[in-house]
């Protein structure tokens, strides 16, 4: 199994290496120039190309881009061109409300959608069934700053409950810190809660089908063992396969989620970047994503063997 | 006790179990003393000099002080000088710094510090390239003193030196001040009336100000940039909101205290909230405005650019950017601030009237378009812009025009306005864009006023009319003068259609009852601002 994991890991080094040239070249061809942005409205040309200038963006495709990957071969992400500080540090500022908004919503998807699924597939047909799975489609339905405009104006501004933005970290106390996450992990986690909550249905349904849960079944054991110890486990497969795919998809609505609760994570930096044309604050964010989803995929491959113990490596 | 409260107490609780950490007591009255700032855009960098954007001059306002400043009747007024002397050929500046500065490090404000960030200031300013085009030497005299001689006068030297248009002429220390102007400055220390908090800095997110004790206020009482400048918080806290919706919810649950440009479709429901202030937040406001190519046609004649004048109504684009508050705009047949000393209305009847679509088309027709594409840029990241886009496109189409609408992002326009190539090939036809009126009071700073051909704005008009009297103008020696001339710019500005000005326009700036001493004016003063817990 090590042998595996290391493999697995050398293997993600050609994959980032492909998306990292893959998207220094979008952005090459790209229109639109960060110099434009930073010399302001009304710069004229010659304030702009004294600027592409100085920036190094005269130069050619493979000059910038061979520069850039020395320098990540030297473990430096590079300078930002709009705050000129280090790509390394504005993403590790940003990493911590990312993965606390991630955590949270992850945890609260595991807590809601995987016993409601297993409730819909132990009650199919039933009107609970059929309350959970309507409930699945408006929640796949809605989109995230949907979900959370309504709940900012529900939670925030009539009830004055939680707060409507911002990030506390959690070195400042347990409270400030998941306050701030509540409603951005509820509007993030709607969509991901259903695909969940559908999911561990369709997998609870086959497996209650099979013959062992009927032995169970006839030898007397209790519901909640059925459910949650044997037919669970054997469901598991899809169910964490889905988790993980999941997460691609926390990446993506954590970007609107971010906004509209202004949590200054990576998600807001990554839509920042992407207007300024701030190219290294890019390429890092998309390396760090790349990295992260490979890591998740070999998590899930690993929790595979775990669930299954026919599954090998 | 509220729902509110008991969750956090039972959070709060079930927190210091899980991590053992707790949530830090906050000092009574601590809230009162920080002042929570939802700022215009986000402060992607901190160079006054390197960048123009205003979000940066407001910040840097905070942190770096001016020479001279600008007041509310926009006249320069001394600030960081004490005293100026003109020789008698009116060649030669002396100028005296006051006793006492002291930068943010504890060091003083020297003559030398002066002279580096004035060499710095001018090589990036439009005004400043005048005076370095003018320049015989900039030196020191003595610590407190320093000397511009000019090959010629400058009568407008104080205002360049006050003027709050970006880049504003802010004063560093000298090794920081020695910096390319084309790079980037990375350490932040001014002698202004506020220290930035650069370990607090999150660009995207938050930017941090704290109180500078040992900045001394001039007498005067504030005025704009001029003035005594008490800082009556200890810490400014912008807070950058990307969604208006998210600011707007903000302000009102009290989480931050003053957003400075509401969106005017949120301001309803602001102004229904007992506990919110909402005014008018700059009364020099903004100047609407699409530029067409002169480089090509249809818009390379005059003729087809007048057509388009005569046929566009100012209320358009007005109501498209402002909705129905009529408070908000006025109609404008000219290209200078309303309102201010050296406004004219001088050769604006093309804007005035009724709108004639007819004589549009026939002009347009004896200009020989013959229904080839008019590549019109529109970012639709920018409300503003966008706004405007749509009301041309329909204007376009109305004169019979072939528009081809290029729907895309800030940066993109920003880039592809710079192509001088024809618009098939990359190049464009028209862009849409607005100038702050603090820019537009004279073209002192008035980029866009310029009519210089290939040396002018995107658009690239040529004007011989109009430069010649923008010189006149800067030759003035007096008020009438200055009148006089800037209405002949205005005429010929607008007989040669140097840009379509689509109207003037105010926004609201919007704060919390608990907060007082807000100002009007053409950025965000902090100075005199006072919060109550």
Not at chain 1, 86 to 111: C, E, K, N
Not at chain 2, 88 to 111: A, I, N, Q
Request: hydrophobic share 45%; net charge neutral.
């Amino acid at each position: 199994m090590l042998s595996y994991i290391l493999r697995r890991i050398v293997a993600t080094l050609p994959v980032m290496a492909i998306v990292a040239l893959f998207v220094f070249s979008l952005l090459y061809i790209a229109p639109g120039d960060p110099a434009v942005v930073i010399a302001g409205d009304q710069a004229s040309p010659e304030d702009v190309e004294r600027i592409r200038q100085s920036l190094g963006l005269d130069r050619p495709f493979l000059v910038q881009f061979g520069g850039w990957v020395w320098r990540i071969l030297h473990g430096d992400l590079g300078t930002s061109i709009f705050t000129n500080l280090p790509v390394s540090a504005m993403i590790g500022q940003r990493l911590g409300p990312t993965l606390s908004l991630m955590i949270v919503t992850l945890l609260l998807t595991i807590v809601v959608a995987v016993p409601l699924g297993v409730v819909a597939a132990w009650k199919a047909g039933s009107l609970i069934d059929r309350v959970i799975m309507g409930f699945a489609v408006f929640g796949f339905s809605l989109p995230v700053f949907v979900v959370g405009y309504m709940l900012a104006y529900i939670f925030a501004l009539e009830l004055e409950w939680l707060p409507v933005q911002g990030y506390t970290p959690l070195t400042q106390g347990f409270w400030p810190w998941l306050e701030n996450l509540i409603l951005p992990a509820i509007a993030l986690g709607c969509v991901y809660i259903a695909l969940v909550a559908r999911i561990t249905r369709a997998a609870m349904l086959e497996v209650l089908q099979q013959d062992y849960i009927r032995t169970a079944r006839a030898k007397g054991l209790g519901q909640g063992g059925i459910l949650f110890i044997h037919a669970l486990k054997n469901a598991a497969v899809p169910i964490v396969t889905v988790i993980g795919i999941g997460i691609a998809l926390l990446i993506g609505g954590a970007v609107v989620t971010e906004s509209v609760f202004a949590i200054p994570g990576l998600g807001r930096l990554t839509i920042d970047a992407i207007l300024r044309r701030d190219y290294p604050v890019i390429q890092g964010i998309v390396l760090l994503f790349s990295f992260v989803y490979v890591l998740v995929n070999l998590m899930i491959d690993v929790i595979y063997t775990l669930v299954d113990p026919r599954i090998r490596y | 006790m509220d729902r509110r409260t008991v969750l956090k107490g039972l959070a709060g609780a079930g927190g210091l179990a899980l991590t053992g950490l707790s949530a830090p007591a906050i000092a009574q009255g601590a809230s009162a003393r920080t002042l929570r700032f939802v700022p215009q855009a986000n402060l992607a960098n901190f160079d006054p000099i390197w960048g123009t954007q205003y979000v940066v001059r407001n910040a840097a306002a905070l942190v770096w002080d001016t020479l001279y400043g600008i007041d509310s009747s926009l006249q320069p007024q001394r600030q960081m000088v004490e005293s100026e002397e003109t020789s008698d050929d009116g060649k030669t500046w002396t100028f005296k710094l006051r006793p006492g500065l002291k930068f943010h490090d504890g060091e003083p404000v020297l003559s030398k510090d002066v002279v580096a960030s004035l060499s710095r200031w001018a090589a990036r300013d439009p005004m400043g390239l005048m005076i370095l085009a003018n320049q015989q030497e900039l030196t020191v005299v003595d610590d407190r003193t320093f000397k511009w001689v000019l090959k010629q006068p400058f009568p407008k030297m104080l205002y360049a030196l006050a003027k709050n248009n970006a880049p504003c002429s802010f004063v560093m220390p000298e090794r920081i001040a020695k910096t390319d102007p084309f790079k980037q400055i990375t350490e932040y220390v001014g002698s202004g009336p506020m220290k930035f908090a650069k370990g607090e800095w999150v660009p995207g997110a938050k930017a941090v100000f704290e109180k500078f004790a040992d900045y001394v206020p001039r007498q005067e009482k504030a005025s704009w940039l001029a003035g005594g400048k008490q800082i009556l918080v200890d810490r400014v806290e912008w807070i950058v909101m990307p969604d208006p919706a998210t600011a707007a919810a903000a302000l009102q649950n009290g989480e931050v205290d003053w957003w400075e440009n509401p969106i005017a479709d949120l301001v309803p429901v602001l102004k229904k909230n007992k506990n919110i202030s909402v005014d008018i937040g700059d009364p020099l406001g903004n100047i609407g405005s699409f530029r067409m190519n002169h480089l090509f046609a249809p818009f390379n004649d005059v003729r087809a650019r007048r057509a388009v004048l005569m046929a566009m109504s100012q209320e358009d684009y007005m109501r498209a950017i402002v909705g129905d508050d009529n408070a908000l705009w006025k109609a404008l047949p000219g290209f200078f601030t309303p309102d201010t000393p050296l406004y004219s209305e001088l050769g604006g009847e093309i804007l005035k009237g009724k709108r004639d679509l007819d004589a549009a088309k026939k002009l347009l027709a004896e200009s020989g378009y013959s229904g080839q594409p008019v590549t019109c840029l529109v970012a639709q990241d920018q409300p503003i812009t966008k706004a405007q886009g749509d009301v041309t496109a329909d204007l376009l189409k109305r004169l019979g025009m072939n528009v081809d609408f290029v729907a895309t992002d800030w940066g993109t326009v920003g880039s592809r306005r710079a192509a001088k190539t024809p618009p098939g090939q990359g190049g464009w036809n028209m862009f849409h864009s607005w100038h702050a009126g603090a820019d537009c009071i004279t073209p002192a700073a008035y980029t866009a006023i310029r009519a210089n051909g290939e040396k002018a704005w995107f658009g690239w008009p040529n004007s011989p009319n109009t430069e010649k009297e923008i010189t006149t103008w800067f030759d003035a020696k007096n008020i009438e003068e200055e009148k006089a001339a800037i209405g002949r710019v205005n005429k010929a500005a607008l007989e040669d259609v140097v840009y379509a000005p689509t109207g003037f326009f105010l926004t609201y700036t919007a704060w919390r009852k608990n907060v007082s001493g807000i100002t009007k004016g053409p950025l965000p003063f902090f100075w005199g601002v006072s919060k109550s817990a």
